[in-house]
């Protein structure tokens, strides 16, 4: 993706072109776990935007959401992820009329996603803070909102497990730490709850892959406070 992008960018640079858009991705504006390459392919794209801009010349990247309607997010399994982290598909007369706008705009490269801040800013900040969306109003609200709710198992320093543990004998903390356990894959498989994961099934055979492993890693050490 970074290299065509490049070669077109050489190849017209003598051209004297009203538009030079690139259709870039939020996994480079954002970050998308399992998606590394992907961002950093699409955050070349951005600043190749800029760099024709400074230069005087036309670029405009712009970082989509996922499309609904077709096109490489519209999988039920890409788009169903999506929706559960607050990313909705964008409609793509929406999406058109940005683009409308977007061209010919001051900024060089800007993003245009349909997100549900309140669903996807407390779990992209789980880990560490982001001065970068906490910038949002309605991102810093959530991260706020979803701080000061308790959760059953703690907010992320295993003092709300600990607690649980505490005063158990052996079997009984290893019961409510499989429990803790089973529940958070189910939380993380859309599952409806710990009876629906088998505590002797193997993660893989229970639809685990590198996507949800890492939520799956994420939502645990939320939970024991251990990373
Ligand atoms: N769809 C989204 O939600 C979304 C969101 C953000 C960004 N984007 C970006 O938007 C762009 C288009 O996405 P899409 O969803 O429309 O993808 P898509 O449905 O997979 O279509 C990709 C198109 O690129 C063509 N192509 C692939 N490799 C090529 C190559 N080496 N040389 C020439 N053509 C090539 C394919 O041609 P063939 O059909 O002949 O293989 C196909 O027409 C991508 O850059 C993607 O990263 C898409």
Not at 129 to 146: H, K, Q, T, Y
């Amino acid at each position: 993706k970074a290299l065509g992008a490049l070669h077109l960018d050489e190849l017209t640079r003598d051209r004297d072109l009203d538009a030079f858009v690139l259709f870039s991705s939020i996994a480079g504006t954002l970050g998308t776990s399992g998606q590394g390459n992907y961002a950093a392919a699409n955050a070349f794209l951005d600043a190749l935007a800029e760099r024709r801009r400074t230069a005087g010349l036309a670029a405009t990247s712009i970082a989509w959401g996922p499309w609904a309607d077709g096109g490489m997010a519209d999988e039920e399994i890409v788009a169903w992820r999506m929706h559960r982290g607050g990313v909705l598909p964008l409609q793509p007369d929406l999406g058109i009329l940005a683009l409308q706008r977007a061209v010919g705009a001051p900024r060089p490269a800007i993003m245009v996603a349909d997100i549900h801040w309140g669903e996807y800013a407390p779990p992209f900040t789980m880990t560490r803070p982001s001065p970068f969306i906490e910038s949002l109003p309605e991102a810093r609200a959530a991260v706020e909102g979803a701080g000061a709710a308790s959760e059953r198992f703690g907010r992320g320093d295993g003092s709300g497990l600990r607690h649980q543990l505490t005063g158990l004998t052996p079997a009984e903390q290893e019961r409510v730490l499989l429990e803790m356990v089973r529940l958070c894959a189910a939380g993380v498989l859309g599952y409806s709850g710990a009876s629906a994961v088998p505590a002797e099934r193997a993660f893989r055979d229970l639809g685990v892959d590198s996507l949800t492993a890492v939520e799956l890693r994420g939502t645990l050490a939320m939970a024991t406070g251990v990373p």
